[in-house]
């Protein structure tokens, strides 16, 4: 069976797409997939910094595309994830020598060898998206609880439809207490908004700035809110859609919850 | 062919008849030496031709039509000669009005452009006359007509009615939170509509534009009649 392309988009820059793309597709290597990661973002890239592989790099996409070397060659192996290979992208070409067609045939190429490839698609809606989404088969949108993001997102969304790709949305860097005090919108006003599937939702985490710059995968780390997050996205992408989304809550202790009831009901009383 | 012969008759093509104006104070014989030499001028064109015989003192038309029909018929095969019609009859504005309220909308062919689903951010609808959108209009989104726009969802994106100048438009939403609404030229921004979840209507009263709740307010419960907009 030929493995499944999947592209990590936002629109908007600064949601969380590098991370996303690096700890969800950990996550499905660590459950038996070989997983490849494409970064797509000619000329910046970044994601062999959050996988912790730039020292590696010795080919890499454009390399691959222009036939500077084979496929087995570009993509690198993960230090401590057996099944997981990051192709990186190239710092010093330009965006342009890439173009869809190039892409539909690595792309091709990767759905032979891996379970999983998934594509990190840069910010914006130009070059780098149109050829991250030319062969796309599924999407996700990664958008955070802010207004910028959803308009974002919302653009990206339309412009996914009109090449067919039925995408999944992602809610990212969600401040379960700011939701509560109405500072935030919440997963469902965004869902209103957006009205596609949602795959997940993720908790703002402190853990997630401490992974990306050691390199160390968030989902090994089993005390990161964020970490569970994305092994669950995992999971609903590897054959288990129905797994219940879990709504980030504020805990709170028994105590503080019964007195807030009292609270609450001595107001409606007034 | 004499100058006095010019003036007693005209022949001039109308439409599918040849209009001939004839002199009824002149003798028979005078108006047919005068029509014979136009007639013949015409050849074949006059066989199987509609003649209209316009008569200048217009009471003596159906004298004139007796005498000459038969002539011009047999002399140069027409095939019938009638009388000019009769001026269209101007309907009273009453009645008009009655005709609209029974059965306008019953011939009404719809200008209204009707689309169906969510219009998203970068998204641009535009209507010639009126626009209907079964669903949401989400922010960064344009709705743009020349008539009115309804939107049976929630109008988050921008709006704009009346396209160039019409103030008479109305834009209504089932939940109105728009960026922006333009109704003709007039430009309103942001309306806060305080969340009341109640359809809301905007319109241009004194050349601002007023959003009031659709069904406490509707400004169209005042109107007497139906009407085509």
């Known amino acids: ?270 | 062919m004499n100058t006095t012969d010019e003036h007693l008759v005209k022949l001039k093509g109308v439409g599918d008849s040849l209009w001939l104006s004839v002199d009824a104070t002149r003798s028979l014989e005078a108006l047919q030496n005068a029509i014979i030499p136009a007639f013949e001028r015409l050849g074949q064109l006059a066989v199987n031709a509609r003649v209209i015989i316009d008569s200048s003192p217009s009471e003596e038309c159906d004298q004139v039509i007796e005498t000459l029909g038969p002539f011009l018929k047999e002399r140069f095969r027409v095939k019938e000669v009638s009388k000019p019609p009769a001026d269209k009859k101007t309907v009273s504005k009453a009645r008009i009005r009655h005709q609209d309220v029974g059965n306008a909308w019953h011939h009404y062919r719809s200008e209204a452009l009707v689309i169906a689903g969510r219009v998203r951010s970068g998204q641009k609808i535009e209507a010639k006359k009126h626009l209907v959108i079964m669903g949401d209009l989400n922010p960064g989104a344009e709705a743009v007509a020349g008539g009115d726009i309804l939107i049976l969802g929630t109008l988050s994106g921008k709006a704009q009615a009346g396209k160039p100048d019409n103030e008479t438009a109305i834009i209504m939403a089932l939940q109105f939170r728009p960026t922006q609404v333009q109704i003709g030229g007039i430009v309103a921004a942001g309306i806060s509509s305080g969340e009341s979840g109640a359809p809301e209507i905007a319109c241009v009263e004194n050349q601002a534009i007023v959003v009031c709740d659709y069904l406490k307010d509707n400004p169209f419960k005042r109107l007497t009649w139906p009407e085509v907009r």
Not at chain 1, 55 to 61: E, P, S
Not at chain 1, 241 to 250: A, F, G, H
Request: aromatic share 4%.
């Open chain 1, 1 to 270: 069976m030929e493995g499944k392309v999947i592209v990590m988009t936002s629109g908007k820059g600064g949601v969380g797409k590098t991370t996303v793309t690096a700890s969800v597709g950990a996550a499905l290597a660590l459950q038996g997939k070989r997983v490849a990661i494409v970064d797509m973002d000619i000329g910046l890239r970044n994601l062999d910094v959050v996988m912790g592989l730039e020292n590696r790099i010795v080919f890499n996409v454009v390399d691959l595309i222009q036939g500077r070397c084979k496929l087995k060659q570009a993509a690198i192996k993960d230090r401590r994830i057996d099944n997981l290979f990051l192709i990186p992208a190239s710092q010093s070409d330009d965006k342009d020598v890439i173009k869809p067609e190039n892409m539909v045939w690595l792309t091709n190429k990767l759905r032979k060898e891996y379970d999983f490839t998934l594509l990190d698609c840069p910010a914006g809606i130009e070059h780098g998206f149109k050829n991250s989404i030319a062969a796309a088969d599924e999407a996700i949108v990664i958008c955070t609880p802010d207004v910028s993001a959803v308009r974002d997102a919302d653009r990206v969304i339309g412009l996914l439809y009109a090449r067919s790709i039925t995408p999944k949305l992602v809610v990212n860097r969600i401040s379960p207490k700011m939701v509560e005090n109405g500072d935030m919108l919440s997963h469902d006003d965004i869902v209103d908004v957006l009205s596609i599937d949602l795959v997940g939702l993720v908790e703002m985490d402190d853990q997630v700035v401490v992974s990306s710059n050691t390199g160390v995968p968030l989902v090994t780390n089993r005390e990161s809110k964020a970490g569970m997050a994305f092994q669950r996205i995992a999971m609903r992408l590897n054959g288990q859609p129905d797994l219940p989304i879990e709504n980030p809550m504020v805990q709170r202790g028994f105590w503080r919850t019964i007195g807030k009831k009292l609270g609450r009901r001595n107001k409606d009383a007034k």
